[in-house]
């Protein structure tokens, strides 16, 4: 995807002649997998977590224009259940992950695999 260099981590550049006015590229994680599409992904999940608008929005990065979102505002409250339900995922995917091995050639990834979960 090709994208102005600033703000780190980039900003997509579309339109006529994206590729010519890009600064720089995010190359894709693996094949077919690319940073917007985890955002999709994340977007998802909030949604399944049932992550208020307001704060799916904040932290997209969307601007929400409307005259509701003038009345709706994100609290600690709504953060750290979505820190909660997010940490829940991580954790259900370790135990799904820890099932097949309890190791793997990733340093982070055996880290978390090695932890006793608490």
């Keep these: 995807m090709p994208l102005l260099a600033d703000p780190w981590p980039g900003v997509p550049v579309r339109g006529h ?10 190359a894709p994680l693996a094949p077919g997998l ?15 977590l049932g992550t208020p608008a307001t704060l799916m929005d904040a932290q997209m990065g969307h601007a929400n224009g409307s005259v509701q979102a003038l009345y709706e505002h994100v609290t600690a ?3 750290a259940r979505l820190v909660d339900g997010l940490t829940g995922v991580l954790e259900d995917a ?11 050639p990733v340093r982070v990834l055996d880290g978390l695999l090695t932890e006793v979960p608490g």
């Design 77 to 79: 409250g709504m953060t």
């Design 17 to 26: 002649n994206a590729a010519g006015r890009a600064e720089c590229c995010w």
């Design 34 to 48: 690319t940073p917007h599409g985890l955002r999709h992904t994340c977007k998802t999940m909030m949604v399944e």
């Design 94 to 104: 370790l135990a799904a992950r820890r099932r097949l091995s309890r190791h793997s």
